[in-house]
């Protein structure tokens, strides 16, 4: 039996989707529904049973998980890189993932854990998944501080030998709608576009970089699901490692393949960035994939045009079709 924590959210159900597509239907999701939209992305999934995360960690604080896992899948998280509440997200980030990842290796479980491309801050350190220097990276928000705290933790654990944390990239596809202002720009550019007839991008804070000039690495979810459960079967894969497509793009070639998907001309209108975001900005992120190239996963992204496609295709305009 497998757990996939978050598993009714953006990349939990992915991966519960890309089980499903091997046959694999013995699954627990646990996540916490409260009242987002996110239990629809439950339907189309088969599963074994649903727990709630509260329920859960009483479960494992108490020693009576009432399941017996082959592996667990921890992609439940506070995902908001803009929340305030910094003991909230030490609660849900850090201590939640130190007291699964405990009990998964007292019980010789499989632990896939999300880490975040977030801990490289402004990227000063580089992007290269090198344990040897995590102690030296400065996350820019809590978000990203909160999933630091993890991976120093068990680094100084000494479980990177056992377990395999995944810091991914800027991850877009079907099934973020419920995740609000924290969804990506593709899905915002898709109703930006609808409302407006044009997308809205910042204007650079920096003479280096030319507006909608700066690059990140967008990655497709339904390629990071593929590698996710390729790493479950091989648990000779451990360490921690970057998940991305290895390959920046700014972000006026986000806002083409936009509007080529839409069949539309390109319209972008640059404002200027808020005064919150100015000094925490990152200009540029691309994933060093070195680390899981050399575990031996197979590695085979798909380019931004052909991942925004897909996604507004067969995704975003047959919901809009369907009235949402």
């Not at 998944?129 to 102690?135: A, Q, Y």
């Not at 996350?139 to 993890?150: I, R, T, V």
Request: contains cysteine; charged residues 25%; positive net charge.
């Amino acid at each position: 039996m497998i757990l996939v924590t978050g598993g009714a959210g953006f990349i939990g159900s992915a991966v519960v989707w890309e089980l499903n597509r091997r046959g694999i239907e013995d699954i627990v999701i646990c996540d916490h529904l409260g009242s987002s939209d996110k239990w629809k992305n439950l339907r189309a999934l088969k599963y074994a049973d649903y727990i709630e995360k509260d329920e859960f960690l009483s479960h494992l604080v108490y020693g009576t998980v009432p399941f017996k896992f082959s592996s667990v899948i921890h992609m439940g998280a506070c995902s908001s890189t803009t929340e305030t509440d910094c003991s909230y997200l030490a609660e849900n980030n850090f201590a939640y993932t130190k007291i699964l990842a405990e009990f998964c290796i007292k019980n010789r479980i499989r632990f896939i854990y999300a880490s975040s491309a977030a801990t490289y801050g402004a990227g000063e350190k580089g992007f290269k998944d090198d344990l040897n220097s995590i102690e030296k990276l400065r996350p820019l928000n809590m978000y990203g501080y909160s999933k630091q705290m993890f991976d120093l933790y068990a680094k100084r654990m000494k479980w990177f030998d056992r377990i395999a944390g995944i810091k991914f990239f800027n991850v877009y596809g079907p099934n973020e709608y419920h995740k609000g202002e924290m969804s990506s720009k593709i899905y915002k550019a898709y109703y930006e576009i609808l409302n407006t007839g044009k997308i809205r991008l910042f204007k650079s804070g920096d003479p280096k970089w030319k507006d909608g000039g700066s690059v990140r690495d967008f990655v497709y979810v339904k390629d990071c699901a593929k590698i996710i459960c390729d790493m479950m079967n091989d648990k000779s894969i451990t360490g921690l490692f970057n998940l991305g497509s290895g390959k920046a793009r700014s972000w006026n070639d986000l806002a083409a393949a936009v509007f080529k998907s839409m069949d539309r001309k390109l319209k972008i209108e640059y404002f200027d960035m808020p005064d919150n975001l100015k000094g925490r900005y990152q200009y540029f992120t691309e994933s060093d994939n070195s680390g899981l190239k050399n575990s031996g996963i197979r590695l085979k992204f798909t380019s931004l045009e052909k991942g925004v496609e897909d996604y507004m295709k067969n995704y975003l305009i047959p919901l809009k079709h369907l009235g949402d």
